[in-house]
């Protein structure tokens, strides 16, 4: 059996498209970063270093795709997630 693919669409941390994605994979990098602050206050809410309280975080990182905004609704990509989730 035959396949072919006409099109991808797909979203990463720090690589804009697919073949950035390759790059990325290829290279060896990593898409880690610290939390951004405009998502949620990582160190007040969920960090805590010693490892032993309940619902805590002790790692501080992830890979986190940037907030833009859609250019159909002027929602954040976040908030229009959010939205259809509802």
């Known amino acids: 059996m035959d396949v072919a693919i006409v099109g991808l669409g797909c979203r990463f941390p720090q690589a804009r498209d697919p073949v950035s994605f390759w790059d990325l994979v290829r290279d060896g990098r990593l898409a880690f ?3 951004p602050a405009s998502r949620w206050n990582h160190a007040r809410i ?3 270093e ?9 790692i501080a990182r992830g890979a ?3 907030t833009r905004t859609s ?3 002027g929602r954040s990509i976040t908030e229009s997630h959010r939205a259809g989730s509802r």
Not at 50 to 58: A, W
């Open 33 to 35: 970063a610290e939390v």
């Open 46 to 48: 969920f960090h805590d």
């Open 50 to 58: 010693s490892l032993r309280t309940p619902d805590k975080s002790y």
């Open 64 to 66: 986190y795709l940037p």
């Open 71 to 73: 250019a159909n609704s």
